[in-house]
């Protein structure tokens, strides 16, 4: 299922230059140098927020030794 564009500008598209006017099959994000003829934009997937890794500074902290 992919949307059929056409080149509002030259541009380069699925490793291939496109000229103004060409019509072609793309199935990627939305391009703003692309008009959409027969379907909206492939809509890009929010990525998932994701917690910043929390890195402490400084020598790790020596083990407790028991002696048993």
């Known amino acids: ?36 003829i027969d379907k909206p934009a492939v809509q890009a997937e929010p990525e998932p927020e994701v917690a910043p890794v929390v890195r402490r500074r400084g020598r790790p ?3 407790l030794q028991s002696d048993d």
Request: glycine content about 10%; charged content about 30%.
């Open 1 to 36: 299922d992919m949307a059929r564009v056409r080149a509002k500008v030259v541009c380069f598209v699925d490793n291939g230059l496109r000229q103004e006017g060409d019509v072609f099959e793309y199935n990627g994000p939305h391009n703003g140098n692309l008009e959409y």
């Open 61 to 63: 902290a020596r083990e």
